[in-house]
């Protein structure tokens, strides 16, 4: 066990190793760069001569990640150039992480609440109506375009029925005290009511948005588990012997059926990044997916380079915690 | 054993996925790469009909498929869409960059009216929207398709190479193929793109490409894992058969229909991720041949006043990307020896 857990934070943290590396001579090494971005195609070549002096850019290439890598260690991850011209890549970061937190926290709850119960009805009901309908459902909510959803969700529910807030994380003239970052949670923690209800309205559509694809993949493996499980000799067993149904599905069907879920919901978490870079940014939730979809545009490489090490740390970590708690829920999981 | 078909940790996840479809290429041989894999053999009617008298793989999935009402709605509409791509320029009413409506733009009404002859009206450069959808689902099609070609021959290169050998070689690429899915795939196509000052095509369908080359990877050497003990290939061992003839002719045409159904399913996903692209602004800007995910991307500040703009293209990608998945899907299901209960 523990074995195993030194492996696999060797294993990360070789990848993450590598993943710096490449990250860092990629976004450099290739034609335009910050440069490019910043200047667009007036500037002069003592503009650009001078702007890279500034930014270190003049320097071999091995000794600009050296350098970078030492600062890292000091804390300090490297001005902005467009996101936030001037703030540390580390501080725009932490500014948002908790905004990506709550909004990923809700649309995941939003996913897993609905997809589990349906997958199990679905599976119950094989080949009926209901299972057929649910199966279309999941088919389509993968098949749209998460920003168009997100557009759509906003042009009838902000725009045109005008009952939810079109954007933003909060009304403007409704501040509450900041604990962690996290409006809705800030606003229960202090008692704040209002302040909680504003944030909640604000974040009802863009989890709404990302939940979409959580949900058809949750489902569908949820589905298919239970179909699995229901085959199984045991559960044949355990129905012969006369268990009611409602001990045979919560002790011997979900729970085995469970596992597969788990570790797909792990997964999803990738989706949920990759998805709020979309949704962040048509609902102009000022998280981390708008602050990478703007380094995107401004081609913004350190605040880039941060932002997506921090992405990739924060999937391979919750995956690994989804990994290991395998060891508590099923026995027969041996790690190693 | 009563632990259900599924992937229980991350790492087994993505090989126990590859397994079922290693099994389903219709080979009994069970090296180990399948692992504890729950299928066992492949002896359902994939294996037996492999064997059977001169009938090809692909003959005995379409004797199967045809009757499959989902592959045959989703094939109807690939078609459609297919031949569509072809023969657009020809049925398209207008010229599909050319500003005919562009007199009617004005500041009060970016975006020109449907009308006789304009049935769909214009978009914010006076062009038919009609026309630009038709003759753009040429481009979409071929963006689509080139990356998940991109992605198929880079992954199929890796992962044959690392089954096939194994050894320093497979742990070197599998390493390789770690470190890229532990960014999160569309993040890490968004930061290829963004890579690019000046985004093209090409950098879209590289960018996606990238993104597709580990999965088909991993299954790839899983595949080649699963028959590198089997008889065939022991057989051609034992005749004298060289390691590269053995893989190109014996190991490879058995991963043919895995990798497809593979590929089919990432098309789907290839179309919606431009589109994502396109959005945010790392798409390709050159809009003189018209592609959905970028008609849809430029219909993003007209959404909540010509919501109109934005649909038609949404209802393309989502209709095309349906009827991809839906073959998919049934592809996969024909070819799982699994599923034939």
Known sequence: MLGYLIRRILQMLLALGVLSILLFAWLRLLPGGPVSALLGDRGTDEDRANLEAALGLDQPIYVQYL???????????????????????????????????????????????????LGYLAASKRGRLLDNGLIAVSLVGVAIPVFFL???????????????????????????????????????????????????????????????????VIFRITRASVLEVLDEDYVRTARAKGLTSRVLRGRHVLRNALIPVVTTIGLQIGALLSGAVLTERVFNVRGLGQALALGFETR???????????????????????DLTYAFIDPRVRLG | MGIPNGPRTW?????????????????????????DGPGGPATGEAGALKGAEGVSLLAAAWRRLRRNAVFLIGAAIVLVFVALAIIAPWIAPHDPAGRILVDQIRPSNPIPQPQP??????????????????????????????????????????????????????????????VMLSIPALLMAFTIAAMFAKPTQWTVIMAIAIVQVPIFARLLRGSMLAQRR????????????????????????????????????????AIIDAAALSFLGLGNPDDRSPEWGQMLGKAQEFFNTFPHLAMWPAACIIVVALGFTLMGESLREALDPKSQR
């Open chain 1, 67 to 117: 350098k970078f890598m030492g600062r890292i260690f000091h804390g300090e991850f490297g001005p902005s150039t467009g996101v936030r011209p001037g703030y540390d890549a580390m501080e725009i970061f932490l500014d948002r992480l908790p905004a990506t937190i709550e909004l990923s926290f809700l649309a995941m709850l939003i996913a897993v609440s609905l997809a589990i119960p």
């Open chain 1, 150 to 216: 997100a557009f759509v969700l906003k042009y009838y529910f902000a725009v045109k029925l005008g009952v939810l807030p079109p954007s933003g994380r909060n009304s403007i003239g409704i501040e509450g005290t900041r604990v962690t970052g996290m409006f809705l949670l800030d606003g229960v923690l202090t008692g704040e009511w209002d302040v909680a209800w504003d944030a909640a309205r604000h974040l009802i559509l863009p989890a709404l948005a990302l939940a979409t694809i959580p949900f058809a």
């Open chain 1, 300 to 322: 913004d490489y350190t605040v880039l380079q941060v932002l997506v090490m921090m992405a990739a740390l924060i999937y391979i970590v919750v995956n690994l915690i989804v």
């Open chain 2, 11 to 35: 790492a087994e996840s993505k090989k126990k996925r590859i397994d079922t479809l290693a099994a389903s290429a219709g080979r009994s041989g069970r090296g180990e790469g399948a692992g």
């Open chain 2, 117 to 178: 002859g304009f049935p769909l009206g214009g978009d914010s450069s006076g062009r038919d929207l009609l026309s630009r959808l038709l003759v753009g689902a040429r481009q979409t099609l071929f963006v689509g398709v080139m990356a998940t070609l991109g992605g198929l021959s880079g992954g199929v290169l890796l992962g044959t190479l690392a089954g096939a050998f194994g050894g320093p070689i497979d742990s070197l690429i599998m390493r390789i193929v770690d």
């Open chain 2, 230 to 269: 089997s008889d065939h290939v022991l057989a051609a061992r034992a005749l004298g058969v060289k390691q590269a003839p053995i893989v190109i002719r014996h190991m490879l045409p058995n991963s043919f229909g895995p990798v497809i159904v593979q590929a089919t399913l990432v098309i789907a996903g």
